[in-house]
Nanobody, 131 residues
Framework: HVQLVESGGGSVRAGGSLRLSCVRS????????MGWFRQASGKVREGVAT????????WYRDSVKGRFTISKVPTNHTLYLQMDGLKPEDTAMYYC?????????????????????????WGQGTQVTVS
């Protein structure tokens, strides 16, 4: 049973930085799609960034490109989201999620559905507040 535990949220001033962490446990697969998602109060959940753990292919939503960096450390099954240049509009509950990658002619990938939140396993979330 896959489990995800996030940490690293907090309150920062605009322009500040935070690093979120997500530890995955419960299986021994080495190739999966992992991502960060967020949901602000009164808004729908949105994908922030995803990474294919085998190969490292990443995706970012336009509003965070150049400010956020998703990365992973396979040896400790940890996913990170480095967030720099934070803006008030980044305020939200941030969630880590994962699932098996989707097959494609080009090989395993995080699909568009997965980038929009179509993953099977979710953490409890960590709050990020930017003022």
């Amino acid at each position: 049973h896959v489990q995800l535990v996030e940490s690293g949220g907090g309150s920062v001033r605009a322009g500040g930085s935070l690093r979120l962490s997500c530890v995955r446990s419960g299986d021994s697969y080495s190739s999966y799609c992992m991502g960060w998602f967020r949901q602000a109060s009164g808004k729908v959940r949105e994908g922030v960034a995803t990474i294919l753990t085998a190969g490292g292919k990443t995706w970012y939503r336009d509003s965070v490109k150049g400010r956020f960096t998703i990365s992973k450390v396979p040896t400790n099954h940890t996913l990170y989201l480095q967030m720099d240049g934070l803006k008030p509009e980044d305020t939200a509950m941030y969630y880590c999620a994962t699932d098996f990658p989707r097959r494609s002619p080009e090989g395993p990938r995080c699909s568009e559905e997965q980038k929009n939140g179509g993953l099977a396993y979710w953490g409890q979330g960590t709050q990020v507040t930017v003022s």
